[in-house]
């Protein structure tokens, strides 16, 4: 089974700074990874995701993510935030073979001030 | 036209009651699923459906029924409501039940059971 951890619930940073938004998983097989935005009272939208091949993958929005295998790590990342970024982050795994299953972490509510 | 429709937006029910999601696709994708956010934002799966056969059905009670008509139809059927039942219900699809396609969201089915 995979799981996912997400460290911070919440990050709170100013607009135009860079954000880091962490994602830890667990899995004994190799996995997809993913990360998705959901803006209030909205479903989820993905922003990137990690199939294979280079580690980093850029997104929607600016966000880019690297894929670091020996640290089972996938952290969002976004040079310069907008106020438009604020919204919460959920990072989601899938075992690479069978059924596809997304699991998905607790999320980080991103806010961005001016 | 919106990808992944959901009807109702909101619900509001009495304790006992039974009631239903309804959820459609216009994708032409093959794989649809029902996740459940509860209030803490955490989203888990409930049921997944692939040409209208079911392939996950997580840990959930019998009082909640999925039903597939065609492969763009996933409805959602919940008996004898409770309390517990309140949270925000999302229907997603995919391309196909493997592979990294990741999903694309509806915006969600708020339930509060009074």
């Known amino acids: 089974a995979q799981s996912v951890t997400q460290l911070d619930s919440q990050v709170p940073v100013f607009e135009e700074a860079p954000v880091e938004l962490r994602c830890n998983y667990s899995?004994?097989?190799?996995?997809?990874l993913f990360w998705y935005v959901q803006y209030p009272n909205q479903g989820l939208q993905l922003l990137l995701k990690y199939l294979s091949g280079s580690t980093l993958v850029k997104g929607i929005n600016g966000f880019e993510a690297e894929f670091n295998k020996s640290q089972t790590s996938f952290h969002l990342r976004k040079p310069s935030v907008h106020i438009s970024d604020t919204a919460e982050y959920f990072c989601?795994?899938?075992?690479?073979?069978?059924?596809?299953?997304?699991?998905f972490g607790t999320g980080t509510r991103l806010l961005v001030s001016p | 036209d919106t990808a992944v429709s959901q009807t109702p937006k909101y619900l509001v029910t009495q304790m006992g009651n039974d009631k239903s999601i309804k959820c459609e696709q216009n994708l032409g994708h093959d794989t649809m699923y029902w996740y459940k956010q509860d209030s803490k934002k955490f989203l888990k799966i409930m049921f997944s459906y692939n040409n209208k056969e079911l392939i996950i059905n997580e840990t959930v009670p019998n009082r909640f029924s999925p039903k597939s008509p065609d492969k763009a139809h996933l409805n959602l059927h919940i008996n004898s409501l409770e309390l517990g039942d309140s949270a925000v219900y999302f229907c997603a699809s995919s391309q196909a039940d493997r592979g990294g396609y990741g999903y694309t969201f509806g915006s969600g089915t708020r339930l509060t059971v009074v």
């Open positions: 989601a795994v899938s075992a690479s073979t069978g059924f596809q299953k997304l699991v």
């Open positions: 899995s004994s097989v190799s996995v997809y």
